[in-house]
């Protein structure tokens, strides 16, 4: 009963949408009440960290909005649904920050190369700086395409 309401969680998680070869250790996410990052490609650094250790806390003060970190623009429920949806569908053994381009509304679109046992997907992450001045991830472009990894995961392998 506990796997198919966690199961259920994930499915609600992913039809909201989410709106996130480099193994190096990313930067530290800043302490006390300070969120996001200082730039574009530290926002995609701390991101994928956060997803590698299953950090909750560190993937809400890194995934945002233009407004800020999502950990303060949605209820606890909608954040950690999505929060572990995107664990499950983003989970990764390596990634590789491959390009990076002008997206709309000043943001960066970046292409990254993640690697799941013997799966592989380039995500479209998409970063941009929120009113307070940090930058953050705001949405993976393509993320129904990593359902594959979830899949995986689940299963074991």
Known sequence: MKKL???LALAVGCRSGVAMASSSPAPAMPSGS???????TDAITAFMAAIKAEDLQALGGIWGT??????NR??????????????????????????????MNNQ?????????????????????????????VFSVVNFGDFQDFC?????GN
């Open 108 to 136: 960066r679109t970046y292409a990254v190369d993640m690697r799941y046992g013997r799966l592989g997907h380039t995500g479209q992450f998409n970063v941009g700086r929120a009113s307070d001045g940090r930058y953050y």
């Open 66 to 71: 233009p407004d800020g970190p999502a950990r």
């Open 74 to 103: 949605m209820s606890m429920e909608d954040l950690q649904k999505r929060e572990l949806t995107m664990l499950c569908y983003l989970h990764f053994d390596t990634y590789k920050v491959l390009d990076s381009a002008p997206a």
């Open 5 to 7: 309401i966690i199961g």
């Open 151 to 155: 899949a995986q995961k689940n299963a």
């Open 34 to 40: 300070l969120t996001g990052a200082a730039s574009p």
